[in-house]
Structures are given as structure tokens and as C-alpha cells.
Nanobody, 125 residues
Framework: QVQLVESGGGLVQAGGSLRLSCTTS????????MGWFRQSPGKEREFVAA????????AYADSVKGRFTISRDNAKNTVYLQMNTLKPEDTAVYYC??????????????????WGQGTQVTVSS
């Protein structure tokens, strides 16, 4: 089994930056494709970014492309989401997710096997 724990959420002003972390544990956790999703009250959980097990492939939602960067450090069993130029519409609970490689079906929630509990990101205007 794989356990995921997110951290780094908080309150920031529009235009500011924040870095989220997701620490994984369990058997062969470093071999998983990792993704970030977010969900606002009353809305569906939406894809934000994903990264392959090696870090060689990444994918981003159009709404965050150019502003957010996903990365991973397998030695630390950690995945990061660097969020820059934050906007009020980025406000949501951000969830870390994991699935077995290869790097496929990364934009769909149903493609992931494990989920963290989420961390709140609030962007004020």
C-alpha cells in the first residue's frame, strides 16, 4: 500500500507563490506516476499536474501552464508543486495522488489508485 501526506498549503495574496509537498511511503512508492488535483466547494475535482516516475514526463492543466511546476525527488519520496503567480481562482483543496506507471490517463481521477487527504490553498485578492 501507498500512503500520501500533503503539506505546504496556506493563505497567500494574489500574485504570490506557494510550494506544496507530497511525501509518499509504502512499497516501491518511487515507481508511481504522481499527480496533483484540486477541488473547490461544490465543484468536481480537477486535474492540475502530473509527473512520471522518473520525472521525464510532465503534464499540466491549461489553467496552470506556465505558472505551476511539478517535480519530484525520489530519494526523499516527495513530489512538489511549485505555484507561482497565484490567482484567486486557484483557491481549492489540493490533493496528491499516485498510480502505477506508465504515464497514462494522468488527467482523470479514475486513473489514480491512492490519494492524500488534501491541503487547503487560499489566494486572496
Amino acid at each position: 500500500q501507498v500512503q500520501l501526506v500533503e503539506s505546504g498549503g496556506g493563505l497567500v495574496q494574489a500574485g504570490g507563490s506557494l510550494r506544496l509537498s507530497c511525501t509518499t511511503s509504502g512499497r516501491t512508492s518511487s515507481s508511481y506516476t504522481m499527480g496533483w488535483f484540486r477541488q473547490s466547494p461544490g465543484k468536481e475535482r480537477e486535474f492540475v499536474a502530473a509527473i512520471s516516475w522518473s520525472g521525464g514526463s510532465t503534464a499540466y492543466a491549461d489553467s496552470v501552464k506556465g505558472r505551476f511546476t511539478i517535480s519530484r525527488d525520489n530519494a526523499k519520496n516527495t513530489v512538489y508543486l511549485q505555484m507561482n503567480t497565484l490567482k484567486p481562482e486557484d483557491t481549492a483543496v489540493y490533493y496528491c495522488a499516485a498510480r502505477r506507471s506508465p504515464f497514462t490517463n494522468v488527467v482523470h481521477t479514475t486513473g489514480y489508485d491512492y490519494w492524500g487527504q488534501g491541503t487547503q490553498v487560499t489566494v486572496s485578492s
